[in-house]
């Protein structure tokens, strides 16, 4: 819907450049535009459909797989978003913070609050807001010694790392 209203927009502004004469071009541009296939919907998809798309590295589709299987507290959740975190996946970083986090962990068998900081900063690095704040409220709750481990492990850590 977003992507739409700009190309729509983004058209109105070229109409307007050839009816004023300001194209060098001509007004041919102005009919080139084209409204975008939208994007798959991950959430109305089954999980078959989310299945097959998870096989092929489908990181939206591991991460949504990884949602629903949260949801109802499920350590298969650990494993779909680790796929997607380890391919840099913003959301499924968050989320694998959040299953680190002892008290918290759903399918991690070492929760770790340092672990979880990693995690939790790798997730505010690519740009999910949720991750910042959490980092954040972690970060009262750490020692030194973890912070260190924490800095340690951002520092080392490589994708395939995940380690559920």
Request: glycine share 8%.
């Amino acid at each position: 819907m977003e992507t739409r209203t700009i190309i729509e927009i983004g058209a109105v502004v070229a109409i307007i450049a050839c009816i004023a004469g300001l194209t060098t071009g001509g007004c041919k541009t102005a009919q080139t535009y084209k409204t975008p296939s939208p994007l798959p919907n991950y959430a109305e998809m089954s999980d078959q459909d989310l299945r097959e798309r998870a096989v092929a590295e489908n990181h939206d589709a591991e991460y949504e797989l990884g949602r629903r299987a949260y949801v109802h507290r499920n350590a298969e959740a650990a494993q779909w978003f680790c796929r997607a975190a380890d391919a840099g996946h913003p959301n499924a970083r968050y989320m694998v913070g959040l299953l680190y986090e002892p008290g918290q962990a759903v399918g991690v068998t070492n929760p770790s609050y340092s672990r979880a900081y990693m995690w939790l900063s790798l997730a505010a690095a690519g740009g999910a807001v949720d991750a910042l704040r959490e980092k954040e409220r972690l970060f009262d709750l750490l020692t030194p010694e973890q912070i260190a481990e924490a800095r340690r492990l951002i520092t080392n850590w490589k994708p395939g790392s995940c380690g559920v």
